[in-house]
């Protein structure tokens, strides 16, 4: 049976497409058809990648990106509306996201052809920022984070968790991430490490001025309401809002930030041989030798 399968590379990552064009001939030489994305600017506007992701539709059996972190997120946030698998090919460096390095693509690319693998489901959330910015849509993998604008004194943060507050502290901004990040900036703000397919999501504060401002962990049902309050009669105040590092917004003290878990998941090929807790262990040196060494 004749398949498709999309190569999304990002070109910065891989020189003169040599990755790419192995992959694209091993996939036709199979049999099945190879559709290769390699011009789309993975940092440049978000309608552009959109644009350029649009024969990864739902007659997709598997796309395969190739690249980083960044490259493996932007694409699962946009094809997640296909319910299309997503295999990640770590060609920077940490790729702490992708399930495949460069010297196992061969086992990967044998694995892919033969159905041998798994598709997790993985939570995405989604922000929306009524009223003046009128924001709606905007999808996160990883997290949303507000932080304090430029070199703007330290903003004070009002949570709301479906409609009732749940917390407020003055500090540098606060991170809502899911799962699938909290390895990242809310592992280093000091949030929990939480197994990728849990359905939850946290709220994580960043440099608190408080000794009892902790992470809060929620259901993936409920909702997020964040808000920064201008101090001591001020006119008001300007934050960031930062969606998986890569789309950012402006945000006043009169703005509300809505968060919610997304309708669709983002879905994320693993592998038999591969694991949360032994990527964690790879990645991060997380176990009784982190140097590496002896």
Same mark, same amino acid.
């Given at each position: 049976m004749k398949d498709?399968? %999309?190569l999304v590379t990002n070109a910065t990552k891989d020189k003169g497409l040599k990755v790419t064009s192995e992959i694209a001939e091993r996939i036709r030489n199979a049999g099945h058809e190879c &559709? /290769? !994305?390699t011009d789309i600017d993975f940092k440049g506007d978000s309608a552009e990648i959109l644009r350029g992701l649009e024969p990864v539709d739902s007659s997709c059996k598997c796309c395969i990106v190739l690249g980083g972190d960044g490259t493996l997120i932007r694409t699962s946030r946009v094809v997640c509306e296909r319910s299309v698998p997503v295999a990640g090919i770590n060609l920077g460096m940490l790729g702490f996201l992708s399930a495949v390095e460069r010297s196992d693509i061969d086992s990967a690319i044998e694995n892919i052809l033969s159905d041998r693998y798994t598709v997790e489901d993985r939570l995405l959330l989604r922000a929306e920022l009524p009223g003046q910015n009128a924001v709606k $849509? *905007?999808?996160? *993998?990883?997290? !949303? &984070?507000i932080t304090r604008s430029g070199r703007s004194r330290l903003i004070s943060v009002n949570i709301k968790v479906n409609g009732v507050k749940a917390s407020s502290f003055l500090g540098d901004g606060v991170i809502v991430s899911t @799962? #699938? $990040?909290s390895t990242g900036y809310n592992l280093s703000a000091g949030g929990p490490i939480v197994t990728p397919a849990a359905k939850l999501m946290m709220i994580t504060p !960043? %440099? @608190?001025h408080s000794f009892n401002s902790r992470? !809060? /962990?929620i259901g993936s049902e409920d909702r997020i309401s964040l808000m920064i309050n201008a101090k001591d009669g001020s006119a008001g105040e300007t934050a960031v809002i #930062? &969606?998986?590092?890569q789309d950012v917004l402006t945000m006043d003290s009169d703005d509300e930030l809505l968060i919610s878990s997304y309708e669709k998941p983002a879905k994320l090929v693993r592998f038999e041989n591969t694991s949360f807790f032994g990527v964690l262990d790879r990645k991060f040196g997380s176990g009784d030798n982190p140097t590496g060494k002896g």
């Open positions: 498709k399968y %999309c &559709v /290769v !994305i $849509g *905007l999808l996160a *993998l990883n997290d !949303i &984070v @799962p #699938t $990040g !960043i %440099c @608190p992470s !809060i /962990v #930062t &969606v998986d590092g």
